[in-house]
C-alpha cells in the first residue's frame, strides 16, 4: 500500500511538471522593439536638392573670324607665350588668350584646276591684248602731240585755222585719255590674272607664316581665371566657334533644379544649408526662383518638371574658398521652423484607416494611439494631439506588434 501511494503522488508530480511547462510554452513573450520618446524640441521642414556651383558671370570667348586657331601654348616670340591652362590667372583686354591664323587653301578637283588653268590663260591673254593697246596708244599720242605741235605753231601765223586747232588739241587729249585707260585695263587684267592664279596654289606649297604681326590675337575680356578650355588643339573653326571660358571663381553663386511641387514653397530670402561638399556646413540665402519651370528626366527615366532656384552665400569667402565652378552641393531650403515643437519620429507613424496612428507603450503594452500631424519632415514629425511629451511609443512596428500585445525595449 505504501510504495502504491508512493507511485500515485510521483505521478502527479510528472503530470503537475507538465502541465507547468505547456503553461510556459503557451504564455505569451513580449515582441522586442524598438521604443522612442515623444519630446519637445526645435524642429525645420527643409527642401532638400542636388545643386552645383557655377560663377555668376561666365565669359565665352568665341573665334572672331574664320582661320586657324593656334594650340594654346603657342608661342608668340618676344611677348612670351599663350600659355593658358585651367585655373591660371588672366586680365581683362591685357592677357592674350588664344591666337588666329589664316587658314591654309583647300584642295581643288581635277576640273576646278582645269577651268581655273583657262581662266588664267585667258586672263593672260588679254594682258597681252590690252599691252598692244597701250603700244599703240603711245605711238598715236607720239602722232597726235607733233600734230598739236605744228598746228600751234601754224595757228601763230594764222596759216591754218582755229577749227583745226581745236581738233589737233581733241585728238591729242583723246588719245592721252585712251591710253590712260589702256595702262588701267592692263593693270586690271594682270591683277585677275594674279587672282586665278592664286586658287591654283597647293595646300602643302603654301608658305607658314611665324610672324605674329599676320595673326589675330583674342585677348581675355575680363578678369578672373580661365575655368574650362572647348578648343585646345590647334583646328581651323567658322566665326563663333567657342574656344575657352573665362570667370571670376571667388564670384560663385549656388543653383538647385527643385520640383515645382517644392519650389511652390519657396520665396526669395529663404535660409539654406549647403553641405555635402566635403567641408563644414555653409549657409545661403535663396535670391530667385525662376518663373518658368522645364522638363528634366531623372536617372530612372521619369519626366519630372524643375524650377530653377538660384542661392547666394551667406558667410565670408573664406569659409567655401576651395569650392570652385560646377562643384557638387547639397542644398536643405528651410521652408518651416519651430523652436519648442512637440515632435515625434516619423518610424513610428503608419495609417489606420484615414487617421495616423502610434503604438504607444503603457503596462508593458502596445496601445493603438491616433494623433493628429502637423508640419512633418524626413525624421521628424510635429505632433498636435494624442500623445504628449515624455510618452514612449514603438519604432517601425511589425506585424507582431498589436493592440495589446506585450513589447519589451530591445
Given at each position: 500500500?505504501?510504495?502504491?501511494?508512493?507511485?500515485?503522488?510521483?505521478?502527479?508530480?510528472?503530470?503537475?511538471?507538465?502541465?507547468?511547462?505547456?503553461?510556459?510554452?503557451?504564455?505569451?513573450?513580449?515582441?522586442?522593439?524598438?521604443?522612442?520618446?515623444?519630446?519637445?524640441?526645435?524642429?525645420?521642414?527643409?527642401?532638400?536638392?542636388?545643386?552645383?556651383?557655377?560663377?555668376?558671370?561666365?565669359?565665352?570667348?568665341?573665334?572672331?573670324?574664320?582661320?586657324?586657331?593656334?594650340?594654346?601654348?603657342?608661342?608668340?616670340?618676344?611677348?612670351g607665350t599663350v600659355s593658358r591652362h585651367v585655373g591660371d590667372e588672366v586680365k581683362a583686354n591685357d592677357t592674350v588668350v588664344a591666337v588666329m591664323q589664316p587658314a591654309t587653301p583647300s584642295f581643288i578637283d581635277f576640273r576646278s584646276r582645269e577651268e581655273a588653268q583657262a581662266a588664267v590663260a585667258a586672263a593672260d591673254a588679254y594682258v597681252k591684248y590690252a599691252e598692244s593697246e597701250v603700244h599703240r596708244l603711245e605711238a598715236a599720242v607720239v602722232f597726235y602731240r607733233g600734230e598739236l605741235a605744228r598746228a600751234q605753231t601754224l595757228a601763230r601765223t594764222q596759216t591754218v585755222s582755229v577749227q583745226a586747232l581745236d581738233k589737233a588739241k581733241f585728238d591729242a587729249e583723246s588719245n592721252e585719255a585712251a591710253l590712260v585707260s589702256a595702262k588701267a585695263q592692263v593693270t586690271v587684267w594682270q591683277g585677275v590674272s594674279k587672282s586665278l592664279a592664286a586658287r591654283l596654289i597647293d595646300p602643302s606649297s603654301s608658305p607658314s607664316m611665324p610672324d605674329p604681326v599676320c595673326c589675330v590675337q583674342i585677348r581675355a575680356p575680363a578678369t578672373g581665371r580661365v575655368l574650362k578650355i572647348i578648343q585646345e588643339s590647334e583646328s581651323v573653326v567658322q566665326p563663333g566657334t567657342p574656344l575657352l571660358e573665362i570667370g571670376d571663381p571667388l564670384d560663385l553663386e549656388v543653383v538647385a533644379d527643385l520640383l515645382s511641387t517644392d519650389a511652390v514653397q519657396i520665396k526669395p530670402g529663404y535660409s539654406v544649408k549647403i553641405d555635402g561638399w566635403g567641408g563644414a556646413p555653409i549657409r545661403g540665402r535663396v535670391t530667385r526662383v525662376d518663373p518658368a519651370g522645364f522638363l528634366k528626366v531623372s536617372a530612372l527615366g521619369i519626366e519630372e518638371q524643375r524650377v530653377r532656384t538660384t542661392i547666394d552665400f551667406a558667410e565670408p569667402s573664406e569659409t567655401w574658398s576651395s569650392l570652385g565652378h560646377d562643384f557638387r552641393v547639397i542644398v536643405h531650403v528651410t521652408v518651416w521652423s519651430g523652436n519648442d515643437v512637440l515632435t515625434i519620429p516619423v518610424g513610428s507613424l503608419f495609417r489606420k484607416a484615414n487617421d495616423w496612428a502610434v503604438y504607444s507603450v503603457k503596462g508593458g503594452r502596445a496601445r493603438t494611439t491616433i494623433v493628429q500631424i502637423g508640419h512633418r519632415n524626413a525624421q521628424m514629425a510635429e505632433v498636435l494631439s494624442g500623445v504628449s511629451a515624455g510618452d514612449r511609443v514603438v519604432l517601425h512596428p511589425s506585424d507582431r506588434v498589436r493592440e495589446g500585445s506585450p513589447v519589451a525595449q530591445r
Open positions: 500500500m505504501r510504495q502504491s501511494g508512493r507511485r500515485r503522488l510521483l505521478g502527479a508530480l510528472v503530470a503537475a511538471g507538465a502541465v507547468l511547462v505547456a503553461a510556459w510554452f503557451a504564455w505569451p513573450r513580449p515582441v522586442g522593439v524598438d521604443l522612442a520618446t515623444v519630446a519637445r524640441g526645435p524642429m525645420e521642414v527643409t527642401v532638400n536638392d542636388d545643386g552645383k556651383t557655377r560663377v555668376r558671370h561666365v565669359y565665352s570667348v568665341s573665334a572672331p573670324i574664320a582661320g586657324k586657331v593656334l594650340r594654346i601654348s603657342h608661342p608668340l616670340g618676344e611677348e
